[in-house]
């Protein structure tokens, strides 16, 4: 469980050399208060500019992974400690990013250095099975409850496109069913039209709307092989799916036969087993990623025996599945370690009510500034929305002036908090009380210098 306060870096003085920029700009229009936020910052950040910079040489706009890219430019990471970290210029941030909930355990947790460590002094590509491998892949199928058997890989991404590939082939039939606005990896992305994604026949429905869904599902009928459905949208806002959706698409699903498959890359943190496991629904295959790795990089998916059995190598008709790095000694020794040791299924139902708590506190210090702001989200996972009323669907705010977001989240990096520019905000576990409350006042005193640039936005 979260620990005691945190221990600011030894030699990190980030307050010092970080002007208190973040207080100018409340009478400005909101474009020039977003130029000037925009000026300071990069006065401010000249050595993640030139790290930016030069990175522009060799990577498309300096990125390699586009969540990470904000304007004008992100700053470089040069170290974190349990739930802060330090930019190359010095500076100091809560993180209350948490690597997009891939951070849970924080940073340098000492058990999952420790299980690295060895993991290390055994080998790194042995070419073979090796020790832990097994003793996750049996900790994960004890823990959710949809999992009687999985298979790892090496990104949620990877996961997913297993896990859609694997039901088409097991019901012999082409159509895939995605919600509207959801993230299911690279080449999965059903925000907007990605010219990247996967040639599956696919089809669109709304979030949380079970009414057209199962009319959906029921017209696809036999063409339909799988339907898959994040049971609370992350990238999207941290939108909750209503269990009654959930189980709509359960109950269609099975009458026409196709599979019901649960994105829990980001999800599988909010309880012991999982969302499903929580929401008592029991979908036909699961998807996990991000924190199961322990902080590096993992996927894996899993499910119904019938289904997954059909990887058995021993079968003549087996389906192929290698992948050199699937059982790599890292991820496989620090994933077992935080699962077995440190995320247990007691202190994952505890840190779900600490972010639970947290949320309503966090609500309430915002309904009092009287805004259109709305917190969404589950246990440790939670998104503010610039919005007159709380969101049901994905991106709501997607009309408001991308200058807004930029402003905020500029204000916040200058008052050390660190979190997604899209309003996402992941607590890890060595958050502590101290943390949340200074997370929680920056927010309310930036919101609230933000106020006039917030009611225009909204009603504009
Ligand atoms: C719900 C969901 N599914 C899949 C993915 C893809 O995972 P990865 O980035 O490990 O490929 C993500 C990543 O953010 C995600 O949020």
Not at 344 to 362: C, H, I, P, Q, W
């Amino acid at each position: 469980m979260p620990g005691t306060d945190g221990v600011l870096f030894s030699g990190m003085n980030a307050q010092t050399n970080r002007t208190a920029w973040h207080r100018l700009g409340a009478t400005e229009p909101l474009a020039s208060a977003a130029a000037l936020a925009r000026e300071r910052y990069r006065k401010d950040n000249p050595r993640s500019l030139k790290i930016f910079n030069d990175a522009l040489q060799a990577l498309p706009g300096a990125n390699t992974r586009t969540v990470l890219h904000y304007s004008p430019f992100p700053v470089a990471i040069a170290r974190a400690q349990g739930a802060q970290i330090e930019d190359a210029d010095g500076h100091d941030y809560q993180d209350f990013l948490g690597e997009y909930t891939a951070g849970l355990y924080g940073h340098r947790h000492p058990v999952i250095i420790n299980a690295i460590s060895q993991a290390l002094e055994r080998g790194l590509t042995l070419g073979g099975p090796g020790l832990k491998e097994s003793r996750l892949a049996r900790l994960m199928c004890d823990r959710f409850k949809a999992l009687e058997r999985l298979r790892f890989c090496n990104s949620g991404t990877e996961a997913n496109v297993l896990a859609l590939s694997s039901a088409r082939a097991f019901s012999g039939r082409s159509d895939i069913l995605v919600v509207d606005g959801s993230y299911h990896g690279g080449v999965l992305s059903y925000a907007g039209q990605s010219p990247l994604n996967l040639p599956f026949p696919t089809h669109r429905i709304r979030f949380n709307d079970a009414d057209t869904a199962v009319q959906k599902i029921t017209e696809l009928d036999v063409q339909l092989a799988a339907i898959i459905v994040e049971p609370m949208i992350g990238a999207g806002g941290c939108i909750p799916a209503q269990p009654e959706f959930l189980q709509a698409l359960r109950t269609a699903s099975e009458k026409t036969g196709a599979l019901l498959i649960f994105d829990e890359v980001m999800t599988s943190r909010l309880g012991a087993s999982g969302l499903h496991g929580r929401l008592d629904i029991c979908p036909d295959l699961v998807t996990f990623g991000k924190y199961l790795g322990g902080g590096l990089s993992f996927g894996a998916f899993g499910g119904r025996a019938d289904i997954l059995d059909r990887f058995d190598p021993r079968l003549p008709d087996a389906w192929p599945h290698a992948g050199t790095f699937n059982n790599n000694t890292l991820s496989m020794s620090a994933g077992f370690a935080g699962l077995n040791d440190v995320f247990t299924a007691e202190v994952s139902e505890a840190f779900f009510e600490y972010g639970e708590n947290f949320r309503k506190r966090l609500s309430a210090s915002l309904r009092a500034l009287q805004l259109p702001l709305h917190l969404t989200g589950m246990g440790s996972m939670m998104a503010i929305h610039f919005c007159d009323q709380s969101p049901t669907a994905p991106y709501p705010g997607n009309s408001v002036p991308p200058d807004l977001y930029e402003l905020v989240h500029l204000k916040m990096m200058a008052a050390g908090q660190f979190y997604a520019r899209r309003g996402m905000i992941n607590l890890s576990l060595p958050m502590t009380e101290p943390m949340l409350g200074r997370f929680e006042e920056a927010l309310i005193a930036t919101l609230g210098e933000c106020a006039d640039h917030i009611e225009q936005s909204v009603t504009d």
